[in-house]
C-alpha cells in the first residue's frame, strides 16, 4: 500500500455507474491508501464537497486530494461544475486537483479544460494505473509505502 502526503480521498465524479465502479478498482489496484468516493452528477460532487444534503454531518470524510471529473453528464456537467467550484472557499477547495477524465475527442474540449485554472490535467478514459500513478507522485510526493 502506498501513502501520498495529503492523499486522503479521490472524488470520482461521472454519471456512468458502471465507469464509476471501473475506476474505483483502478484506484484500489494502484495500492493508494486513500478513501475513494463516487458522486454521478456535478451537483453530487459539490455537496460532498460542501457537506450538504447527504453528506452533512460527515465531517469525518477526508477532503479530496483529487477529483477525476467528467465532462458530459446530465443536469450539471463539468463545465457547470467548474464554474460553480471556482466559486467554492479554499478550505473546500484545499489540496485538491481536478483533472478532466473523458471521452471526449473534441480538441476544444481538451483546450478549454487546459485553459482552466483549476483544471490540473485532461486524460482520456479510462483512467490508467500508471496515470493515477504519476498524478498522485507528481502532486503529492509518496510518504511512506506499507507491506
Request: proline share 3%; glycine share 4%; aromatic share 6%.
Amino acid at each position: 500500500m502506498s501513502k501520498f502526503k495529503n492523499l486522503d480521498c479521490i472524488l470520482l465524479v461521472d454519471d456512468d455507474l458502471a465507469t464509476n465502479f471501473l475506476h474505483r478498482k483502478v484506484v484500489q489496484n494502484t495500492g493508494i491508501k486513500a478513501h475513494i468516493e463516487t458522486a454521478n452528477s456535478g451537483q453530487a460532487a459539490l455537496d460532498f464537497l460542501c457537506q450538504l444534503n447527504k453528506y452533512q454531518n460527515t465531517g469525518e470524510t477526508p477532503r479530496p486530494g483529487i477529483i477525476f471529473l467528467d465532462i458530459n453528464m446530465p443536469g450539471m456537467n463539468g463545465w457547470e461544475f467548474l464554474d460553480e467550484y471556482d466559486k467554492l472557499n479554499e478550505a473546500q477547495k484545499a489540496k485538491v486537483i481536478v483533472v478532466m477524465l473523458t471521452t471526449s475527442l473534441n480538441p476544444d474540449d481538451h483546450k478549454r479544460a487546459l485553459d482552466n485554472k483549476n483544471v490540473t490535467t485532461f486524460l482520456n478514459k479510462p483512467l490508467r494505473k500508471e496515470a493515477l500513478m504519476e498524478l498522485a507522485d507528481k502532486h503529492f510526493g509518496l510518504a511512506e509505502i506499507e507491506e
